[in-house]
Each structure stands twice: as C-alpha cells, then as structure tokens.
C-alpha cells in the first residue's frame, strides 16, 4: 500500500486526525541538505523508493542520504556502485548497511519478501557477468520481486541453458546478461513467451569494444520481444524486470 492509501486508510480507521492527514499530504517532497535534495515521495509517485547511486559521493554525503530517507520512513534502500571501502566508512559514520559484494551494493534496512508466486529470472552468459547481474538481481529484490538465479548458461553450451527450460518457460521477465556477441538474449528470446530485457556487458576481448560490440548484436536481435538497456546497467533492467512482475503480481491477487 501507497503512502496515500496508508494515509486515507488510518483517517477512515480514525487512528489519524484530519488536520495530521493534511499535514502529511502537504510535506515537502523533498528535502534539501545542501548536496541533494533527497525524492521523498518518489515511492508515492513511481512505487518505488529513490535509489543512491554510490559512485561519486562521499560516504558522509551517501549517509547523509540515508539517514534522510529513514528519518521519513524509507525502508529497504539501496545504494549502487558502492565499494566496499565506501560501505566501511558509511557504517562507521553510524549507518547500518548490508553490504552484498557480488553486486558492489548495499542496502539500509531489510530486504522485503517478494509478493505473489510470479518471478524474474536472471540469467548469464558467463561466470565474468555475476556483477552486473547481481545488481540487477538485488534491485528486483529490493523493489519486492521474487528473482530466480541462471548463472553461467552460456551458447557456448546451450544445453546448459536448455536444461533451465521449465523456468524459463515460467518467468514473469527474463533478464539475459551477457558480453562477448552478446547472443544469450537472442537464444532466450526465442524461447520465452515473456519480455527479455537485454543487459550488454563489458566482458570481453578487444573486438568486444568494452560491451559495444553484444550491445549491437542485442539491439539487432531478430527474437521479438527483447529490449535492451545500457551497457553493465544491471540496475536499470532490474528495475523495469520488477516493475514487469509486478503487473503480473498485482493480476494475481486479482484473479
């Protein structure tokens, strides 16, 4: 439930006053502490919390962000491209986090468990592209997405992908992860009856171009219905993975 909802829903309940439910509908959106303005009702407006992307600031700035967020009741944050040095540092400036190394991210606050029985599948090429799906992988999670793990399922041995069928099959979304040629996402396209979001990574020999090369090759897939985000941006095709699973979610409890 939206902070609205909540809102409305405790006035009707009589735990809130008028007056305390137009104190709340009226806050700040954000708030400004000099170097951000932290989106407080970016969940009110997208479903999802704002999302701190580590790279370039400061710990002290990244817990100053954070201890905002929790101040105004934002569980389950997420910081991106986050070095484990940077999560050091954040946690002795008073911040708990959870550090997920595989992924170069953290979270402040809990995980929520994943609603309803739908789920994205994350998938790789190789060994070598873990990290970028492990950052898509736990931005699913954080956003309340059950997310189901195929690493290392490769065309250089597709029975390795084909022996995943049934959970391929299954899927809400698919997000296929891959450098090289990039040909995973074309492979699971044309196995899914679901959307195939493709990541492009930087895995790869010179020819790769540093991910431009499965980048091309995915943006040029003859599968229907796979779409490509940027190169390494796990979080972007987490991201759109859950908020694909989450119409599928909310058709659940519909039915």
Request: with cysteine.
């Amino acid at each position: 439930m939206n902070e609205i909802k909540q809102i409305l829903q405790d006035l009707h309940d009589d735990k809130i006053t008028i007056d305390d439910a137009y104190l709340k509908l009226k806050e700040q959106p954000f708030e400004d502490i000099g170097y951000a303005k932290v989106d407080l009702h970016r969940k009110l407006r997208q479903g999802a919390s704002e999302v701190i992307y580590g790279a370039g600031k400061t710990p002290e700035q990244i817990a100053g962000i954070i201890n905002v967020m929790r101040t105004h009741n934002q569980n389950a944050i997420l910081i991106t491209r986050l070095s484990r040095e940077a999560a050091g540092e954040i946690k002795n400036l008073g911040c708990e986090i959870e550090y997920y190394p595989d992924a170069h991210a953290g979270i402040a606050g809990k995980i929520p468990e994943p609603e309803g029985k739908s789920f994205i599948v994350v998938a790789t090429g190789g060994t070598s592209d873990i990290p970028v799906a492990e950052e898509a992988a736990l931005t699913a999670e954080v956003l309340g997405n059950r997310v189901k793990r195929l690493y290392d399922v490769g065309v250089a041995g597709l029975h390795r992908v084909l022996s995943h069928i049934d959970e391929i099959m299954s899927a809400s979304v698919i997000v296929a992860v891959a450098g090289m040629e990039g040909a995973l996402a074309s492979v699971l396209g044309g196995l899914a009856d679901c959307p195939v979001i493709a990541v492009p990574t930087s895995v790869g020999y010179g020819a790769s171009f540093g991910g431009i090369s499965a980048l091309l090759a995915m943006l040029n897939s003859c599968a229907s219905g796979v779409s490509v985000v940027n190169i390494d941006n796990g979080f972007g095709a987490g991201y759109l993975a859950g908020m694909i699973n989450k119409i599928r979610t909310e058709g659940e409890h519909k039915e």
